[in-house]
Nanobody, 122 residues
Framework: QVQLVESGGGLVQPGGSLKLSCAAS????????VGWFRQAPGKEREGVSC????????YYADSVKGRFAISRDTGKNTVYLLMNNLKPEDTAVYYC???????????????WGKGTLVTVSS
């Protein structure tokens, strides 16, 4: 059974940083492209950042370029999202996802975590 478990969310002030982690089990991690998505209240889920299964292709949404960094540790079956200079508009539930197609689009992902809440507020 495939499981993706996110951690690291919380409350942070504007300009602060957080590092999200997603630990996977029940899946051959190296075969999957993985990524982070987020959904704010009243908005659609959007792709924030994704990283390919090999070669290391990375995607970032324009809204997070230069502030967020994605990485993966294949030995630990884990993917990370380092978020710097956080803004109130980054407030959302952040989901980890994995899929076999290279894209950072929700409908192409095969497996999802339950999400972790990130709140950016003073």
């Amino acid at each position: 059974q495939v499981q993706l478990v996110e951690s690291g969310g919380g409350l942070v002030q504007p300009g602060g940083s957080l590092k999200l982690s997603c630990a996977a089990s029940g899946v051959t991690w190296n075969n999957y492209n993985v990524g982070w998505f987020r959904q704010a209240p009243g908005k659609e889920r959007e792709g924030v950042s994704c990283i390919s299964s090999s070669v290391g292709y990375q995607y970032y949404a324009d809204s997070v370029k230069g502030r967020f960094a994605i990485s993966r540790d294949t030995g630990k079956n884990t993917v990370y999202l380092l978020m710097n200079n956080l803004k109130p508009e980054d407030t959302a539930v952040y989901y980890c996802a994995a899929g076999t197609n290279w894209s950072c689009v929700s409908r192409t992902m095969d497996y999802w975590g339950k999400g972790t809440l990130v709140t950016v507020s003073s």
